[in-house]
């Protein structure tokens, strides 16, 4: 049973940076893609970014691209979402997901897709 942790949440003003951590342990870290998911106050979970299994990392809102970068270290069982130029809007509770997959340059947007869940971890811009 994979056991994911998120990490490095907290307010910050608008523009400032966050990195947030998703330390993953009970499996083979290097077998599952990572996908960073968030939820705003009363709208729905959306997909943020995630990362095969062989380092590639994808943006999926235009709005984050040039401010977001989802890398991953292997060797410390750690998936990590680096925000820059953080603005309200990103307010959200950020989840990192693991989706076992067996294809290296692959890695879905799609919750239903997901393996296993961290518990979140609550990123808060002010204006």
């Known amino acids: 049973q994979l056991q994911l942790v998120e990490s490095g949440g907290g307010l910050v003003q608008s523009g400032g940076s966050l990195r947030l951590s998703c330390a993953i342990s009970g499996g083979p870290f290097n077998n599952y893609a990572i996908t960073w998911f968030r939820q705003a106050p009363g709208k729905e979970r959306e997909s943020v970014s995630c990362?095969?299994?062989?380092?590639?990392?994808?943006n999926y809102d235009d709005s984050d691209k040039g401010r977001f970068t989802t890398y991953r270290d292997n060797a410390k069982n750690t998936a990590y979402l680096q925000m820059d130029s953080l603005k309200p809007e990103d307010t959200a509770v950020y989840y990192c997901a693991a989706d076992r997959n067996y294809v290296p340059d692959y890695c879905s947007r799609s919750e239903s897709a997901m393996d296993y869940w961290g518990e979140g971890t609550l990123v808060t811009v002010s204006s």
């Open positions: 990362i095969t299994t062989s380092g590639t990392s994808t």
